[in-house]
């Protein structure tokens, strides 16, 4: 059984558009979180959600928003997709509240998003 | 603030000989310390992680890191590389959110 499953695994699209990643996990964690991995790897938080309610936003363009229908889900919908928004978007959950804490973040396999 | 800093962006060892992954951080509060493990075309995995008891962690895959208070460092090491051990290594502070550095590309030659 896949712990943290994302759908679709790769996205490609034209700019302008508007797509959505989906994120379920089966752990029954209470926190979940999306990350942006650029082409340099590097990975970066952008949201985080304890029991759907939003406790971290970096500082990412509204563009992005962020959608909780139960703990188990949490979904990233992208209006108006730009070039630079080509990464790859992890999501992630782990059990506790969030914050300052030593739970372990169980990560997604991935979406990789390909803005043309 | 707080943040971590990979020394090497890639280190190639040979199939049998020591790995030495190098992270250092900076934190203004007592650290919670992690090393991710990425295969490629996969999302992350657990190495290990400091979490204030002992100062030698242990991992899986038969990694390990010593948390270094005076040297600000928690470095991972392996006694004997695996060809499987090839992947991008993450290193991580907790505060309010999980900060990873830039991460270090493992290679194994056989």
């Known amino acids: ?116 | 603030a707080q943040s971590v800093t990979q020394l090497g962006s890639h280190v190639s060892v040979s199939e049998g000989a020591l790995v030495l992954l190098r992270c250092n951080y900076s934190s203004s509060v007592p650290p919670y310390l992690f090393w991710y493990v990425q295969y490629p075309n996969q999302g992350l995995q657990l190495l290990l992680k400091y979490t204030s008891a002992a100062t030698l962690v242990k991992g899986i895959n038969g990694f390990e890191a010593e948390f270094k208070k005076s040297e600000t460092s928690f470095h991972l090491t392996k006694p004997s590389a695996h060809m499987s051990d090839a992947a991008e290594y993450f290193c991580a502070v907790m505060n309010e959110k999980l900060t990873f550095g830039t991460g270090t590309r493992l290679t194994i030659i056989p």
């Not at chain 1, 209470?30 to 939003?54: A, G, H, R």
């Not at chain 1, 363009?61 to 229908?69: A, D, E, T, V």
């Open chain 1, 1 to 116: 059984d896949t712990a943290v499953s994302q759908t679709p695994k790769y996205l490609v699209t034209q700019m302008g558009n508007d797509k959505s990643i989906k994120c379920e996990q089966n752990l029954g964690h209470d926190t979940m979180y999306w990350y942006k991995q650029d082409s340099k790897k590097f990975l970066k938080i952008m949201f985080s959600y304890n029991n759907k309610e939003l406790i971290i936003n970096e500082t990412v363009p509204n563009r992005f928003s962020p959608k909780s229908p139960d703990k188990a889900h949490l979904n990233l919908h992208i209006n108006s997709l730009e070039l630079g928004d080509s990464a790859v978007y992890f999501c992630a959950s782990s059990q506790g509240p969030g914050g300052r804490s030593t739970d372990t973040q169980y990560f997604g396999p991935g979406t990789r998003l390909t803005v043309l």
